[in-house]
Nanobody, 124 residues
Framework: QVQLVESGGGLVQAGGSLRLSCAAS????????MGWFRQAPGKEREFVGA????????YYPDSVKGRFTISRDNDKNTVYLQMNSLKPEDTAVYSC?????????????????WGQGTQVTVSS
């Protein structure tokens, strides 16, 4: 079993930056593909990026490409989401998720482990 705990959310002005962290328990973290999702009020959960365990490639949707960067530190069992040039429309609860699949997926149903989420609010 893997437990995920996010941190780093908060209130930031438009154009600012935040770095979210997702700490994982368990010894299998290095073999987990990790994804980040977000959910704004009244909207469906949205994929914002992933980093696969095999090769470390990252993937982003167009909505965040060039602004968000995912990285991981397997020694610390932690994955990060660096968010730059934040916009009010980035306001949401951000959650990390893990899967043992060696490929990324935008489908939240393919992720087995989820954190509780952390709120990010971007003011205009």
């Amino acid at each position: 079993q893997v437990q995920l705990v996010e941190s780093g959310g908060g209130l930031v002005q438009a154009g600012g930056s935040l770095r979210l962290s997702c700490a994982a328990s368990g010894r299998t973290f290095s073999r987990l593909t990790m994804g980040w999702f977000r959910q704004a009020p009244g909207k469906e959960r949205e994929f914002v990026g992933a980093i696969v365990w095999s090769g470390g490639r990252t993937y982003y949707p167009d909505s965040v490409k060039g602004r968000f960067t995912i990285s991981r530190d397997n020694d610390k069992n932690t994955v990060y989401l660096q968010m730059n040039s934040l916009k009010p429309e980035d306001t949401a609860v951000y959650s990390c998720a893990g899967t043992q699949n060696p490929y990324y997926s935008t489908n939240l149903r393919e992720y087995d482990y989820w954190g509780q989420g952390t709120q990010v609010t971007v003011s205009s």
